[in-house]
């Protein structure tokens, strides 16, 4: 699973441990296999670029897990694999997002 993680200090990184990913905070650390990548895109130019590393990988975003503000392009360029996320319980509320994402696939 590739997911992105916009705006929630902290989920990316446990959440890569509890999905035993690898948690990136660089796009140009992205690879095709798994990933939790923290912090990134931060905006439509950062998002296409994304999927051109992962289309020549013959992949692509899973889900963007959103927590805050982020830049309504990128949230419009990713419509369908957008997971708001609860400020309350952002860890938890991943899961199950990721939970709805899989069973949906």
């Not at 989920?11 to 690898?22: D, I, N, Q, S």
């Not at 939790?36 to 296409?48: K, S």
């Amino acid at each position: 699973m590739r997911i992105v993680v916009i705006g929630a200090d902290g989920v990316g990184a446990a959440l890569a441990e509890h999905l035993h990913l690898e948690h990136i905070r660089s796009v140009a650390d992205v690879h095709a296999d798994g990933f939790v990548l923290d912090g990134a895109p931060r905006d439509l130019a950062e998002a296409h670029a994304l999927d051109v590393l992962l289309r020549a990988r013959a992949a692509e975003v899973d889900a963007v897990l959103v927590l805050g503000p982020a830049a309504p392009e990128v949230l419009d360029h990713y419509f369908g694999r957008v997971i708001e996320l609860d400020p309350a319980d952002p860890f938890d509320a991943a899961l199950a997002g990721l939970r709805e994402v899989l069973l949906a696939a």
